[in-house]
């Protein structure tokens, strides 16, 4: 995480990791209370689905995957898949925090 100002910024990849690390508590920091605002719910849920749209559309996964005749389609098993390098990327942030 980087911090400037009263700002605090990340890589997208950081956020789309932290929504999508628990579709059945999209709010971990609010623990097992009831008393939260449900339309902030509403427009984090809208910002999940948002993120998701972008990776899809800014940066898709453009890998090759040979389709199964049997199945009438592709699963996707077994296809190398051209992937960063976290390591590098987590140094980056820690050394630009």
Known sequence: MIRQALYETRPDMI???YNGSSPANPHPDHGNTHDHNHSHDMYHIGHCFDLVRQ???CKPDLTIE???????????FGTEHQCINWQQLMDWMRDNE
């Open 15 to 17: 956020e789309q990791a």
């Open 55 to 57: 990776s899809m559309t």
């Open 66 to 76: 040979v389709g199964d005749p049997a199945l009438g389609g592709v699963t996707g």
